[in-house]
């Protein structure tokens, strides 16, 4: 079955360091997303993407980037990681031809900077 | 921009009570809408959607009907069970065609036996 997953699940990591966040999908969706939850924030866009070599900022990319260099891959990395990034990352996909533009999450990556 | 607005949690409710879960929104024409809910220690799942005005989506006896003319998309389940204990997510994606999800802050659902 298709799926989306996300490496590590869980990861401790201490400020300044880079950190990079897996994401990979097998749906074959050309649109890819990063988000971040946060108690009281909902869930917030990092960045996204429509396709390979294509990335966009979303709502909080500052001190995140994102490549895409094949349709089942979309890595996050923290250049320099901050405590204010810690948080529960999650990484979600879709197609535009699927029907009323449903998202599909990956089960979430858990960050804690120290 | 685009928003939603969701009710503050948490609800606590007994199984088998009445489930109301407030949900409006602020966008230019029509959005499509959506309720995601979040299981613990899981990623989101989609619950139900609606793409026009009046529209209603029901999955897993979870109701939400499209209101444009109070931008609301409230979510109703008649009776709830101690299984419904989760995060429930309002969101919305503009008309913009950006396929970009704008989420309301959650709503924690606790069922007690």
């Known amino acids: 079955d298709a799926e989306i997953t996300q490496s590590p699940r869980h990861k401790i990591t201490e400020t300044g360091r880079q950190v990079t966040l897996a994401c990979h999908q097998t749906?074959?969706?050309?649109?890819m997303f990063w988000y971040r939850q946060d108690l009281g924030h909902g869930l917030r866009l990092i960045h996204y993407?429509?396709?390979?070599?294509?990335?966009n900022k979303g709502e909080v990319s500052d001190g995140y980037s994102v490549s895409r260099s094949n349709t089942e891959d979309l890595p996050l990395t923290l250049e320099s990681a901050a405590s204010s990034q810690t948080s529960v990352y999650f990484c979600?996909?879709?197609?535009?031809?699927?029907?009323?533009?449903?998202?599909?999450f990956g089960p979430g990556t858990r960050l804690t900077v120290l | 921009g685009d928003s939603v607005t969701q009710m503050e949690g948490p609800v606590t409710l007994s199984e088998e009570a009445f489930l109301t879960i407030n949900c409006t929104y602020t966008?230019?024409?029509?959005?499509?809408l959506f309720w995601y809910v979040q299981y613990p220690g899981e990623g989101l799942q989609l619950l139900l959607k609606?793409?026009?005005?009046?529209d209603k989506g029901s999955n897993k006896g979870f109701e939400a009907t499209y209101r444009k003319e109070t931008t609301s998309f409230h979510l109703e389940k008649g009776s709830v069970q101690v299984s419904d204990s989760a995060v429930y997510f309002c969101?919305?994606?503009?008309?913009?065609?950006?396929?970009?999800?704008?989420f309301g802050s959650g709503t924690r659902l606790l069922v007690r036996p």
């Open positions: 979600a996909s879709s197609s535009p031809g699927l029907g009323y533009n449903e998202q599909f």
């Open positions: 749906w074959n969706h050309n649109n």
């Open positions: 993407s429509y396709g390979v070599q294509d990335t």
């Open positions: 966008a230019t024409g029509y959005p499509s």
């Open positions: 609606a793409t026009k005005a009046d």
């Open positions: 969101a919305l994606i503009g008309m913009d065609s950006s396929y970009k999800l704008i």
